[in-house]
């Protein structure tokens, strides 16, 4: 909603003003969007009155004019207006004058003649962006006057960002009502009187839709002038309330919906036929609007309608057909009451909004569509001439006020601050919310101009508002709080994801819900489970695995030109689960996925560049699952290179799963590098063993390296456990430290070479005890692996 503060001040002018009256609507829910002055800053203009115009000598299309600008002496200004003539008058910029832009007027010649000044257009004066001619004023300016006073260009535009439910400030009076509520000011409305009747022309009225349209006035008057001029103050209005004008009788519509929020009509009465019908539509019913557009209706529009066709959509726009004109002599003027369920979308489902649509889909003030009717029959006769005739009115039933119970213990308890019932009272009378008292209570009807007044917390928002928000004290709140345990042998999922982000990954959030290629490419998963109603067609199965979503972020991150790519995710998978599972036969893991792509190391000058592998990955891992001791089996994955991956296994059971992309992914989702990635049950990462007591020995360590030859084939792994599980008692640690193949080493064999720490809590090592030890691990390793010692 636009409007002209000078015009809101009209009907009520509070002393608050410029930012603090914005601050006072906007705190009250009528947020100001918006405040600009009519014109910007310029000084030197004056009111003029050209006295003669006549030829430059040296110029076909400049005049030069003698104007009086009220200081005694006319001037010779040039000007080169189309619209220059003697006797009108318009602003003149006298010499000194700074106009928008910079611009600064001299004494000047133009084509060898001196000039005094310049004559304005709108446009040269901020005002508007017309630059056809000269700004022509009123006969009665008074000459000599400062245009900015006359014109009143310091009158501020402001522009109130209104919710849906508000739509009793979509007029001046209903802004005024708000504002002499908030701040006490006496409000002035216009005093509004029944024309009476001096011709005895009319139109029956018929509701053939009374539920859409309960209440329907309309008069013809006759022998008005389509061609007057809409009065200066009138256009002003309306322009700076974001309206153009158009003609005297059209514009005095406009008018009192700015005015009252009651949109009307004027049709053409001598191209109506018969009775007025207001119908629903019938089925490919069309008209044509006074916007030239045709429409193909349903029948769920509502239609205005003589006995031969339509000649509106109700509430919302004209027809072409029967639209005023400039030789119109005779109007029929229509004002009533659309119901909002009946107009709501139908513009919006022809591409198009209205004023009048607008208003009507949030809801007009019934009790005043007659007085609206009056008021603009009085503005047309004053401006346009004419005379009334008497007044055509169809009644069906209207919407009911229900009353509402506001209970005052309700008001404290919801707003928490302390509120009287006397308190209460005053803000409902200055609200002009009528009410009776029964007991404590209040039973409020709301007035016909509020549809937004339906339930208690309705009226309790009020009381808020009128009290003001910033005035309602906000305590700190208070709760009982105990410390909760918590258990050494559980880890937060929160140091989880720390524990990655010193890694360097970065956590990201994808969507649940995925591409089905994602889970047969990554998953191998070929019961899906479909989503009944996706957000998108390739959004359409929940996902299993978390990989698919970090490798689409990995591409996304390529296309803009990140090479170096750390992401991790947590979050619920989906699973079918033919025991039947939890939720209806669905197993929801929680699952932890992480995935590396690019140089092991940011590029620096300390390190070479190197493309991260399995073993970056691994060291991840291992660190992610501390003090977690993991084993690392050779497995197959759908979404794994077969030679390049790992199942994890903890405690004899497996959690998850580690390797580089299977080169097949990596071609099809175009990576130019392998991507190494893990995914994980979070479950088994956030329970941890409760550290053991173990005795710190005070003698010296013992160690001794061995190297053993054994087959290419054999895995570590088998090499590692038989070793802890058959060493001494004084063995306390076994690594390996060197693998190597090649000249001194037989084909088909490797060297492994491992290092053993010893060490005994109650004495110190002697050489014997060292070399039996030693001597028992050979033997082992001889006996389970045939591996031999390298010499």
Known sequence: ??????????????????????????????????????????????????????????ADRLHVCRVDVGSGEPLQIVCGAPNAAAGIKVPCA??????????????????????????????????????????????????????????????????????????????????????AALTGAPARFAAVEAVAATISASRVVVLDA?????????????????????????????????IRPISALVDITNYVMLELGQPLHAFDNARLTGAIHVRMARNRESIVLLNEQTLELQEDVLLIADERRPVAMGGIMGGADTGITSVTTEVFLESAFFAPKAIAGRARRYNFVSDASHRFERGVDFGGTRRALERATRLIIDICGGQAGPLSEALATLPERS?????????????????????????LSRLGLPFTRNGEDFIVTPPTSRFDIEIEEDLIEEIARLHGYENIPAPVPRALMSMLPQTEAVRPCQRIRQILADCGYQEVVNFAFVEEAWEADF???AKVIRLANPIASHLSVMRSTLIGGLVANVATNLRRRQNRVRVFETGRCFSRDPLG???????????????????????????ALRNVDFFDAKGDLERLLAPLAARFEKTAHPALHPGRSAAVVVDGRTIGFVGELHPRWQQKYELPLVPVLFELDLDALTVIPLPRYAEVSRQPLVIRDIAIV??????????????????????????????????????????????????????????????????????????????????
Not at 20 to 38: C, D, I, Q, R
Not at 210 to 216: E, G, K, R, T, V
Not at 222 to 237: E, F, S
Not at 403 to 427: K, Q, Y
Request: proline share 5%; net charge negative; with cysteine.
């Open 1 to 58: 909603m636009k409007f002209s503060e000078s015009w809101l001040r009209s009907f009520v002018d509070p002393a608050c003003a410029g930012d603090e009256f914005s601050h006072l609507l906007t705190m009250a829910g009528l947020e100001v969007e918006e405040e600009v002055t009519v014109a910007p800053h310029f000084g030197g203009v004056v009111v003029a009155e050209v006295l003669e115009v006549g030829k430059h000598p040296d």
């Open 94 to 179: 006298l010499p000194g004058a700074e106009l928008p832009g910079g611009l600064t007027i001299k004494v000047s010649k133009v084509r060898g003649v001196e000039s005094f000044g310049m004559l304005c257009s709108a446009r040269e004066l901020g005002i508007t962006d017309d630059a056809t001619g000269l700004l022509v004023l009123a006969v009665d300016a008074p000459v000599g006057d400062d245009i900015r006073r006359y014109l009143d260009l310091d009158d501020r535009l402001l522009t109130l960002k209104l919710t849906p439910n508000r739509a009793d400030c979509l007029s001046l009076e209903g802004i005024a009502r708000e504002v």
């Open 210 to 242: 009374p539920q859409a349209c309960p209440l329907y006035c309309g008069r013809i008057i006759a022998g008005v002038d389509a061609g007057a001029m809409t009065p200066g103050w009138m256009r002003r209005r309306l322009e700076r309330s974001g």
């Open 403 to 427: 009353p509402v119970r506001l209970r005052p213990a309700r008001v404290v308890r919801v707003l928490g601050m302390a509120v009287s019932t006397e308190r209460i009272a005053e803000l």
């Open 523 to 525: 998953a191998g998963n």
């Open 581 to 607: 599972g939890p939720v209806a036969g669905f197993r929801q893991p929680w699952k932890l996925s992480a995935l590396a792509y690019g140089s092991a190391l940011p590029e620096q000058w300390g390190s």
């Open 710 to 791: 054994v087959d290419q084939a054999l895995e570590l792994q088998q090499l590692d456990d038989g070793l802890r599980r058959n060493s001494p008692a004084i063995v306390r640690n076994i690594k390996l430290f060197d693998v190597y193949a090649g000249s001194g080493v037989e084909a088909g064999k490797k060297s492994l070479a491992f290092r053993i720490v010893m060490q005994d809590t109650q004495k110190t090592l002697l050489e014997a005890d060292v070399d039996a030890a030693m001597q028992q691990l050979t033997a082992y390793l001889s006996e389970a692996f045939a591996a031999r010692l390298r010499v």
